[in-house]
């Protein structure tokens, strides 16, 4: 039973050795590339910051894909159902705090 | 209903893809529960990262080399876990072994070292009491150091588990994908740590 699935699945759902290296060799280039930017100083803070995140997100993404396995497959629509909507709440939760205390800070007495 | 959707045609034993049984979905919606948990710290430490009170600032008190190495640590177990469910979907059980406990030294060396960097902090009165940006570093990167410890005590519970005649049973199989997921997933958390919080507080 498990047995034939595992030939029968093999390479794909559970990755394979290549994919794994691939992923492992993309997500070390992103991780060297924002360490290398933050310490070399080599763009403005603000440049960074967004250049970073950028890093930071594609990596994610990387990660998902290469490590976790995630794809479009039928099979996995309520896996990326309920990713997209996880990832809605932390948008909102995190956009959202952020909105708040900046305007508390602009309208009382912080600044 | 969502399982069925999951696992169509009554597959549930046979289809062993990634995702496949209801189990590992289940699990999957836990980890997602798990992410809005990071996602409320994150925003904690988004409004406080410059609330230092008069204390160190996060540029002042980080060592880049330090988390890189943490960074590179967590990186290579991900992928000696990778390896480690490679082995066991090919039902070699002393591989898997071996990956497994190389996967758990690494994730031990990362613990070490965030608990030696915590015990620093601390040392040099930059303790989670010393202000907002300080709790809520402590909270964050503490409450994934503890998800980590988890994962360590998880892999060792699987090892263990594993001596047995018939180890790789659907039951088995299933266990070890949720607890791959698990890991994989505080590594992405990680990527969010050393860029929101450790990058961007040296910028």
């Avoid at chain 1, 030939?7 to 290296?21: D, L, M, N, P, V």
């Avoid at chain 2, 992410?35 to 008190?61: D, N, S």
């Amino acid at each position: 039973m498990s047995q034939a699935s595992t030939h029968q699945h093999e390479g794909e759902s559970h990755g394979s050795f290549a994919s794994y290296i691939i992923g492992f060799v993309l997500a070390a280039i992103l991780t060297v590339a924002a360490f290398a930017i933050v310490e070399m100083h080599l763009l403005s803070p603000g440049m960074t910051f967004g250049v970073i995140s950028g890093l930071a997100v594609v990596q994610i993404f990387v990660h998902l894909i290469y490590f976790l396995h995630m794809n479009s497959s039928s099979s996995q629509s309520w896996n990326n159902t309920a990713f997209a909507f996880a990832a809605v709440c932390v948008l909102i939760i995190i956009g959202g705090t952020i909105f708040v205390i900046h305007d508390v800070g602009m309208n009382m007495m912080s600044r | 209903m969502a399982n069925l959707s999951a696992t169509p045609h009554g597959s549930a034993h046979d289809d062993h893809e990634h995702h496949g049984t209801n189990n590992v979905f289940g699990f999957w919606v836990y980890l997602m529960t798990d992410c809005i948990l990071f996602g409320t710290l994150f925003a904690t430490f988004a409004v406080m990262r410059t609330q230092f009170a008069g204390g160190p600032t996060g540029k002042e008190l980080f060592e880049l080399n330090g988390v890189g190495l943490e960074t590179a640590l967590l990186l290579l177990s991900s992928i000696t876990f990778g390896f480690g469910m490679l082995s066991a979907f090919a039902q070699k059980r002393g591989a898997m072994l071996v990956w497994l406990a190389i996967t758990f030294l690494l994730g031990l060396g990362f613990l070490v070292l965030e608990l030696r960097e915590f015990a620093n902090l601390i040392h040099e009165g930059a303790g989670p009491d010393r202000s907002a940006f300080l709790s809520a570093f402590f909270t964050l990167v503490a409450t994934h150091g503890l998800h980590v410890t988890c994962g360590l005590v998880w892999i060792a519970i699987v090892m263990i588990q594993s001596f047995t005649p018939q180890v790789f049973t659907t039951r088995y199989m299933d266990k070890l994908q949720c607890l791959s997921l698990f890991w994989h997933f505080l590594d992405i958390v990680w990527i969010c740590v050393f860029t929101f919080v450790y990058l961007l507080s040296v910028i």
